[in-house]
């Protein structure tokens, strides 16, 4: 329904045709070796090395950074990245690995960095080349991120970086990593800076990467501890203290509303014919007919049919108002969807998880490790990582104070 | 067929709801309707119909009620999605009128394919105010569902569970035959008619059961296509009173912020406390949900028909349950104050309350959601 027919512009048909075909002819297939629910939990080796192949092929084909200058390894055509995202979930392709690079690095980089850091770091960053990772939160930085304690201090034309940052997804593949560091003491906002830099060349040199394990079991973030790195002041972006502001530009991107489209492809849809996708809400009519309850099926009880249709309906509601933030005559204030769009996609895929469970019943206690777990214990496993999607840049609580100050304009909670 | 991407908004719809909202705001202050329509308090007050006759000319002669109503019949011939623009201005005021029951009538009219029925639309485009006679005592919504006889172009029986009965010029009855349902159009004012008005919670609107003895009526739609017509119509009615709620939300959303930017307790105003900052914020989610479906759901009627059930229930169910929680938190967070007859938020308040139940609440069309999605329960 929401692809298709258009007040579309010649342009934008004629890259989605593009698209179309080319995808049809060099989708990459189903991977040699399972890949997990997200990018984020990437840990072997050989399903990251496949996935870069996928993007890279993406990117030569100019599916990946539409929206960038030719300069940044980009296509230099505006508005078409969108286009390139709906294809590719279309085509149900397997996702790009390099999600904090396109959804995070890469619009920071393009609004903040020097031109010849520009030029060095975009091209590799939307190939998939350099693999990178953010380096945000602190031990005492999560919601009050701006309570960095990591320190840069200058010397000369470098920077010696000291700290300690946590749940830094990738950062055991990562070439690059965006970092915030305090530069001074004196002032808790605008003591901020912010840097990119190449972690994985000074690995055992002033850069320790370690594993942290999940709620799931699962890998995928990891702390990564800093002493004596060295880095060299080109890798700055924008000014000394003026990193908080660097990092909103960040922030919003991540939380989908930044100014650039993040290159996104499809899912897990490509790991086999019938797997489950357990962050949508359709999926839960299938479970409830397959799953036992009161001598019927549960897709039979009146009060889990009732409890199904709430999130198909949030679901449904969640794409159809994305569609209306496009549509200028229907917005009365610019922020107010984008703002929403994190908080609201990250507590229905919490809540998909948890009433699976109860549709599961007595099996819902079956994980991935048991061959007779519904849904191949997939549902169990959304649940737990949910907690991802609901705490990590900014909880869910952090997210309605942002809303309900900056669109409802009530007084701040700092 | 795909939906557009603007949910066939155009130019044209939003230059009617930007002069509609204008409109309102000049001649519509809660101030002015909490004056006209909550003067008695009183629990045993008489039952009243109030309303601005001379708005509602106003109004007809800017062409509101002509929008929807084909070309060939005289109108403008705009989408379904106008109708939901000018019912979400016209829920953001309150606005105590025959318009949503107008714009209701239009879109049954527009799925019958009479001459009578054509004339009919003629009519409302000419400012005719027109309600729906389409329930039983039982308060079902089901399309085949009436109290009324048809028999030799004559009605007996009463419609229940009519809206703004006391200000429509004419009657869309719903009435059972020997061969099927048919539908008609009545004249409430001949001695045949009795509106009994019933005894309402809103302030902003009347309700009536209407009692028809013998009385003449023009067949709309024959006997036998009454409810599949019904049928056909229903998602876009669902759309604009999901539209109506949007509105009355929003402006329990906007002026609960606003008093939570003022009301100060503990030296702090009191927006500043979570307990009241982040219910709102859900507030603001759920009003933007039931939006977006509304106007999907509108859209869906007037370009992707095969999706506009699915869309119409996700829609009412959707603002149901949203005008419950908007009107709730907007009394609870106006503390004391909020809980007297002297602050606006009952009116709104009300409002939501009734168009919560009113063509199915919440529970019925998740109900219906789910034999729709997931086939009957065994």
């Not at chain 2, 009965?165 to 099927?180: E, H, I, M, Q, S």
């Not at chain 2, 869906?300 to 349950?321: G, Y």
């Amino acid at each position: 329904m929401a692809e298709g027919k258009r007040v579309e512009t010649a342009e934008q048909a004629e890259f989605r045709q593009y698209c179309r075909a080319w995808l049809q002819d060099n989708h990459p297939g189903t991977p040699p070796v399972p890949i997990p629910q997200s990018a984020l939990e990437l840990k072997e080796p050989e399903a990251m090395a496949w996935l870069q192949d996928w993007q890279k092929s993406a990117w030569e084909a100019g599916l990946v950074g539409t929206d960038y200058s030719t300069d940044y390894g980009g296509s230099g055509r505006d508005g078409l990245q969108l286009i390139a995202n709906q294809e590719m979930q279309r085509a149900k392709t397997p996702y790009l690995p390099n999600i904090v690079g396109m959804g995070m690095a890469g619009p920071t980089i393009n609004f903040h960095a020097r031109e010849d850091v520009k030029r060095e770091l975009l091209p590799p960053l939307l190939s998939g080349e350099h693999i990178w990772c953010q380096g945000f939160s602190e031990p005492g930085a999560g919601s009050d991120l701006a309570n960095q304690q990591t320190f840069a201090e200058r010397d000369g034309d470098s920077w010696v970086i000291n700290g300690h940052k946590v749940w830094t997804s990738l950062a055991h593949f990562a070439e690059w990593m965006i970092l915030l560091c305090r530069t001074s003491k004196e002032d808790k906002y605008n003591g901020l800076t912010y840097f990119v830099v190449p972690i994985r060349e000074a690995l055992g040199k002033g850069v320790t990467v370690r594993p942290l394990i999940k709620i799931t079991g699962g890998t995928g973030f990891n702390e990564v501890l800093f002493e004596n790195f060295i880095v060299d002041d080109r890798y700055r972006l924008d000014a000394v203290g003026a990193g908080w502001k660097v990092a909103m530009t960040t922030l919003a991107h991540e939380r989908g509303a930044g100014a650039l489209t993040t290159p996104a492809a499809g899912g897990m849809a490509v790991q086999e014919e019938n797997a489950v996708n357990p962050s949508n809400a359709y999926g839960l009519i299938d479970l409830a007919k397959q799953s036992p309850r009161n001598g019927k099926t549960a897709a039979d009880d009146a009060v889990l049919r009732d409890e199904i249709m709430k999130l198909v309906i949030r679901q449904e509601g969640l794409k159809q108002t994305q569609r209306r933030g496009r549509v200028a005559a229907l917005v009365e204030d610019g922020t107010r969807i984008p703002l929403q769009n994190k908080l609201v996609s990250s507590e229905i895929g919490q809540d998909i998880g948890a009433l699976a469970y109860q549709i599961e019943g007595a099996a819902s206690s079956l994980y991935v490790n048991d061959p007779h777990a519904p849904a191949g214990g997939q549902y169990p496993m959304a649940y737990m990582n949910s907690f991802g999607g609901t705490i990590a840049a900014g909880t869910s609580e952090v997210q309605r104070n942002i809303l309900g100050e900056r669109v409802l304009g009530l007084p701040k909670s700092k | 067929m795909p939906q557009s991407n603007n949910f066939g908004f155009g130019d044209d719809e939003a230059m009617l709801r930007d002069a509609a909202r204008k409109f309102f705001q000049a001649n519509c202050p809660p101030d002015r309707l909490h004056a006209q329509v909550a003067h008695d308090y009183s629990i045993d007050r008489p039952i009243e119909c109030i309303w601005d006759q001379a708005l509602w000319r106003q109004i007809t002669e800017l062409g509101w009620t002509a929008a929807c109503v084909p070309e060939a019949a005289g109108g403008i011939g705009m989408p379904v999605v106008a109708a939901v623009a000018l019912a979400e201005e016209a829920g953001k005021v309150a606005f105590p009128s025959p318009l949503i029951a107008t714009l209701c009538s239009t879109m049954v009219l527009r799925e019958c394919s009479s001459d009578a029925a054509t004339t009919a639309l003629g009519a409302v485009a000419g400012g005719q105010a027109l309600s729906l006679a389409m329930t039983n005592r039982a308060g079902s919504w089901d399309a085949d569902a009436t109290d009324v006889d048809a028999t030799g172009g004559t009605l007996n029986g009463t419609a229940y569970f009519v809206q703004d009965a006391g200000k429509a010029d004419r009657l869309l009855v719903k009435a059972r035959t020997a061969n099927g349902v048919g539908l008609y159009l009545v004249d409430p004012s001949i001695e045949q008619v009795t509106i009994v008005p019933d005894g309402i919670v809103d302030l902003t609107r009347d309700q009536a059961h209407v009692q028809f003895a013998h009385a003449p009526a023009i067949e709309l739609a024959a006997p036998g296509t009454g409810a599949a017509i019904v049928e056909r119509a229903m998602p876009a009615i669902l759309a604009i009173v999901s539209a109506d709620m949007v509105g009355a939300g929003e402006w329990l959303l906007q002026t609960t912020a606003e008093y939570a930017k003022t009301r100060t307790q503990f030296d702090r105003t009191i927006g500043f406390f979570q307990a009241v900052k982040h219910p709102l914020v859900n507030v603001m989610i759920d009003v933007d949900r039931a939006k977006s479906l509304a106007y999907a759901a509108a859209c869906a009627v007037d370009e992707e028909p095969d999706n506009a059930w699915m869309l119409a229930r996700m829609a009412k169910a959707a603002a149901s349950d949203m005008a419950a929680f908007s009107a709730n938190r907007a009394v609870q967070f106006h503390g004391g104050i909020g809980f007297t007859w002297e602050c606006y938020v009952h009116l709104f308040f009300k409002r939501q309350m009734h168009n919560q139940t009113l063509y199915g609440d919440a529970v019925y069309h998740r109900a219906k959601l789910a034999d729709l999605l997931m086939g009957a329960a065994a």
